[in-house]
């Protein structure tokens, strides 16, 4: 498969994955999967770790974490707001 098509592919991958990509580029997404094994995979791939993540509970961040990160962001007016 032309390198050019998979790199296409790779650049509208994550509004194919979200279901957020117009008909006419999934129909281009899919045709081009249909042939390419490689870019298949990485789909295949992305598609189930995304899935994963999101069966999988959240961790909590710990508070003394949280205050170190929202400090370092310069975040400090949400501290009182976070849970």
């Not at 509004?15 to 249909?34: N, P």
């Not at 509970?57 to 009182?80: G, H, I, M, V, W």
């Amino acid at each position: 498969m032309e390198k050019a098509a998979c790199h296409h592919l790779l650049e509208n991958l994550a509004g194919y994955l979200d279901g957020e990509a117009s008909a006419e580029l999934c129909a281009e997404l899919e045709r081009h999967l249909d042939g390419c094994t490689d870019c298949r995979v990485v789909v295949d791939t992305l598609r189930k770790t995304s899935a994963l993540y999101h069966e999988l509970p959240q961790p909590e961040l710990p508070p003394a974490a949280r205050l170190r990160l929202y400090k370092s962001l310069d975040l400090s007016e949400f501290l009182n707001s976070s849970a």
